[in-house]
């Protein structure tokens, strides 16, 4: 067998990290932190672009709005894609290609 893996660290605060349990322990303790990186990184992914300064009022309503859902999944992803910069992204050329488009036949 290989060597194990050393899951021990420190985090930014301080924290003394040595497995999942005690990074567990450390997120639950300031949640909206680790939400609102989620949330970032998911309306990186969900935009196709990086966000700038003009998004993150949008990332801090859709995390403060998640809070009151017990911060679910579920609560983010809706939360993402109800926000104006989800709404009005511009649509790339590959992606308007791959969008089926309704006719008036159908």
């Known amino acids: 067998m290989g060597t194990p893996i ?5 985090l930014l605060d301080g ?11 450390a997120l639950l303790r300031q949640p909206e932190l680790f939400v609102g990186t989620l949330t970032e990184k998911l309306m990186i992914f969900a ?3 990086g966000l700038s300064y003009y998004d993150m009022p949008a990332v801090r309503t ?8 017990d911060y679910r999944f579920s609560s983010l992803i809706m939360g993402i894609v109800k926000s104006t910069p989800f709404q009005k ?14 006719t008036a036949a159908q």
């Open 6 to 10: 050393d899951a021990s660290g420190q």
């Open 15 to 25: 924290t003394r990290v040595d497995g999942v349990n005690t990074l567990r322990k």
């Open 89 to 102: 992204r511009i649509v790339g050329a590959d992606e308007a290609r791959n969008t089926p488009v309704k």
């Open 62 to 69: 859709i995390v403060r709005e998640s809070a009151r859902q």
């Open 47 to 49: 935009l196709g672009r």
